[in-house]
């Protein structure tokens, strides 16, 4: 499974794009931020260095957002994110100031 966050609104930016690994054994993290260490960098002033996190599992083939206690906070759909968050295709996740959309591409079966 692969997850797409496109900057919403602005089609000529390109997506950030994650590879999930498909091992049930496996729980997939994708740490968001400004810091080197994150999976998708988001180099924005307002953006906390380890803002969220997006746990995806591939069993239920379920996804959920957590925020880090950033001062700018994380929101779906513009609600706020307390606790675990469920996310879903064409969800809008809003990190501090920047807005992306998700997309949740399934691998075709044969």
């Given at each position: 499974?692969k997850?797409?966050?496109?900057p919403?609104?602005?089609?000529?930016?390109?997506?950030?794009?994650?590879?999930?690994?498909?091992n049930?054994r496996?729980?997939s993290?994708?740490?968001?931020g400004?810091a080197?260490?994150?999976?998708?960098?988001?180099p924005?002033?307002?953006?906390?260095?380890?803002?969220?996190?997006?746990?995806?599992?591939?069993?239920?083939?379920?996804?959920q957002?957590?925020?880090?206690?950033?001062?700018n906070?994380?929101?779906?759909n513009?609600?706020?994110v307390?606790?675990?968050?469920?996310?879903?295709?064409?969800?809008?996740?809003?990190?501090?100031?920047?807005?992306?959309?998700?997309?949740?591409?399934?691998?075709?079966?044969?």
């Amino acid at each position: 499974m692969k997850l797409a966050f496109s900057p919403a609104g602005d089609g000529k930016k390109q997506p950030y794009v994650v590879d999930v690994p498909d091992n049930p054994r496996v729980e997939s993290e994708i740490l968001i931020g400004r810091a080197a260490n994150c999976d998708i960098q988001i180099p924005q002033r307002f953006v906390s260095r380890r803002h969220c996190g997006i746990r995806v599992d591939t069993t239920t083939r379920s996804i959920q957002v957590h925020d880090f206690g950033s001062a700018n906070g994380t929101f779906v759909n513009d609600q706020p994110v307390e606790g675990l968050c469920d996310v879903v295709d064409g969800d809008t996740l809003t990190i501090g100031p920047v807005s992306l959309t998700v997309q949740i591409v399934r691998p075709t079966a044969y």
